[in-house]
């Protein structure tokens, strides 16, 4: 693009050169031509002497010879006007002129202007210069003088005072303003005046020729003048034109060397670089080859059927799919199912949660993909056996319409689900079974009602049976009994297994203190003896005991006769109120059975007083350990005991709600995180 603007220019500047030489040439050629015209209009000095001479009387044949002369003169004049088509301008201005004269004759009368000439020249003028808009008076002197040359106008209209003021009014042109035109149009004016008027050589005076030859030379060297100063400026500006036109040509050939080495430099780079593309394309090739085998072997190596397909037809397929369909090409799957679908194969009376060819009024692939996160399955038989196969698909970047299937074969995992699914449907019903034996341990309202003036009782196991438990049995006589809250290790089945022992240690106990009146019932030495029984049944005695398990809880005897309420508690704190005043008894810090739990360990009797109205909360751990709120805390003894200052007065109905409502309120959607126990209880 560069080269073609610079060739434009190029171009562009050589054609001005040319143009302004072409017009130095012409000025130069006219230069010579006017000097050659000026020479041959100057009169020669046998002329002029010749005319000076005739201030002297003169005869017809001077008249005649005068005459002569100046008719060749004007001849050869006419000659060079005519070589520059000036006569044409001339006669253009003669038939111009003509118009004029014809509108001075209307303008007055004939015999008016023969009669007053030279008045009507004046009026003329002024009557031309009426009708010519903006016609300066030096054109008007020459579309006047120029028809003076016809001898019929000169006859008729110009009288010798017209000639003489014609005369007059050119001497007063300077000669710069001179043109050849004027002064032929003059020497034709007093050759036609001579002839005219031959007496006037008489007067020959007022001719002034030796003036106007004077003013010829200084016409000559004027125009000389003139035409060698622009001659010269058209050489300096030529000279100048061609320096640049130098300078130019070595520039643009610089830059076109710069251009050719750069072309040839990026000509080298480019078959460089052709030839290292033509390298990578071939590396790329092979890669993409290497990258297609390898990813062929991968899907052959894959235990799944995997395709692609566009819903309707498969594309391609793994060694998997032709084995699975004991053909080797797609083209024989098609002679084997008459279809080019794997859909066909689709089993239609599988259950209505699988694939079929349709689904839900799209192609099954559609389906899949637009249903990710879902599983699909699909069923295939083969012979007499359902295969199950679950299905995830894809759409492939770059291939319209093409899609990929992974067929997943979960037969033996369905089937395994199913066992399990039987498995643990039997389990359930066994742990519900096993609940409801636990619950049956669970004591009466009936009970509490023989001891106890009000009562409430809150049991929620984290699953279908729990680790907590609580227990009441009735002693030697109506007016002794035995309540027990005891959190065991765990929760759910094994924690349930474990309330079976503690039941069955407790019924022992509860036997001792019946056939032997002279016991002295001790929350503290029941605890002892629970602690012994469960680390020697479950050889939890020594440190290398497999078995690690054991409970924390509280003991309460109550005598409603003697009115007083003996506890001790393996960790757990026990709440009362008496007088509108909360009380706290601090549990022991040791728990039972555990193997490092001391076997001759003594725990506490806390007596309390029952003379008046006494309530009193026994709990496990499970419900100040729940966790939720705004910060994710465990409810703690601190919000219980505020509850507490809230509810103590309101009956134990109300305070169950209260205890229920509370902390699921705090639980916030939090699940529960152990087993929950809470027993609160009246005296009369």
């Not at 503690?502 to 003896?529: C, F, G, H, M």
């Not at 109905?653 to 902390?663: G, K, P, R, S, V």
Request: proline residues 2%; charged residues 25%.
């Amino acid at each position: 693009m560069k080269n073609k603007i610079l060739g434009a220019l190029l171009i562009i500047f050589v054609v001005g050169l040319l143009y302004n030489l072409y017009n130095a040439n012409t000025k130069i050629t006219r230069s010579f031509e006017a000097t050659k015209e000026l020479n041959n209009l100057m009169l020669s000095n046998k002329d002029l002497n010749f005319m000076m001479s005739s201030l002297k009387p003169m005869n017809n044949d001077h008249i005649k010879t005068l005459v002569k002369r100046m008719q060749a003169t004007i001849d050869r004049l006419s000659l060079e006007i005519k070589n520059r088509e000036i006569l044409d301008q001339l006669k253009a201005l003669d038939i111009l002129f003509s118009k004029k004269i014809a509108l001075a004759e209307e303008f007055k009368s004939t015999n008016a202007v023969l009669n007053n000439s030279h008045k009507n020249i004046f009026k003329l003028f002024i009557f031309v210069e009426n009708i010519v808009e903006k016609e300066d008076y030096k054109q008007l002197v020459h579309n006047f003088i120029i028809p003076m040359q016809h001898t019929s106008y000169t006859n008729k209209f110009f009288s010798k005072k017209d000639i003489e003021y014609l005369d007059n009014l050119l001497e007063k042109n300077n000669s710069s303003n001179m043109t050849l035109e004027l002064f032929v149009a003059h020497l034709k004016v007093l050759n036609t005046y001579l002839i005219n008027f031959p007496n006037l050589l008489e007067e020959n005076k007022k001719l002034n020729f030796e003036k106007k030859t004077e003013r010829l030379i200084e016409l000559q060297t004027f125009h000389s003048k003139k035409n060698i100063a622009s001659i010269k400026i058209e050489i300096i500006v030529f000279l100048v034109l061609l320096i640049v036109l130098m300078i130019f040509i070595y520039t643009l050939s610089n830059s076109l060397d710069k251009e050719i080495v750069t072309t040839k430099e990026q000509k080298k780079d480019l078959q460089i670089l052709s030839d290292g593309l033509e390298v990578t394309v071939k590396e790329k090739t092979k890669d993409i080859k290497d990258q297609q085998l390898f990813t062929q072997a991968l899907l052959d190596s894959q235990e799944q059927i995997v395709i692609t397909t566009n819903g309707n037809k498969i594309v391609s397929a793994n060694e998997t799919f032709f084995d699975f369909y004991a053909v080797n090409t797609i083209a024989e799957f098609l002679q084997e199912y008459k279809s080019e679908c794997i859909c066909v194969t689709f089993n239609t009376k599988a259950p209505t949660d699988y694939l079929q060819a349709k689904v839900d009024g799209r192609e099954w692939i559609d389906y899949v993909i637009n249903n990710f996160g879902v599983i699909h399955k699909v069923m295939i038989t083969r012979g007499k056996k359902d295969f199950i196969f679950s299905v995830t698909g894809a759409r492939l970047p770059g291939s319209e319409g093409v899609k990929s299937a992974i067929f997943t074969d979960i037969t033996e995992m369905e089937n395994s689900q199913l066992e399990l699914t039987e498995v643990h449907k039997h389990t359930k019903e066994s742990i519900s079974y096993a609940a409801l034996i636990q619950s049956s341990l669970i004591p009466t309202n009936k009970l509490f009602r023989n001891y106890f003036s009000d009562y409430f009782a809150i049991w929620h196991p984290k699953d279908i049976v729990g680790g907590d438990i609580y227990l009441f049995e009735e002693l030697r006589d109506k007016d002794e009994c035995l309540t027990l809250v005891i959190d065991c290790t765990g929760h759910g089945v094994p924690g349930a297994f474990l309330t079976m022992l503690i039941k069955a240690i407790e019924r022992q106990v509860t036997n001792k203190i019946i056939t032997d009146p002279s016991i002295d019932v001790s929350p503290a030495w029941i605890l002892s003896y629970f602690n012994r029984s469960i680390k020697k049944l479950l050889k939890q005695d020594d440190k290398f005991s497999y078995s690690n398990v054991g409970f924390d809880g509280q003991v309460m005897y109550y005598n409603k006769k003697e009115n007083i309420i003996k506890v001790a508690s393996a960790k757990s704190d026990i709440f009362y109120y008496q007088n509108s005043e909360l009380s706290v008894i601090k549990g022991d810090r040791h728990s039972v059975g555990y193997r490092d739990s001391d076997i001759n360990f003594e725990f506490t009797d806390h007596i309390i007083d029952t003379s008046t109205e006494t309530t009193i909360y026994l709990s496990t751990d499970g419900y100040v350990d729940q966790n939720g709120g705004t910060k994710e805390l465990p409810f703690g003894k601190k919000r219980l005991k505020k509850m507490l200052e809230k509810c103590y007065s309101e009956t134990l109905a109300d305070q169950q709600e209260m205890f229920i409502y509370t902390l699921e309120d705090y639980k916030d959607g939090f699940e529960q995180n152990d087993d929950i126990t809470v027993v609160a209880l009246r005296t009369k």
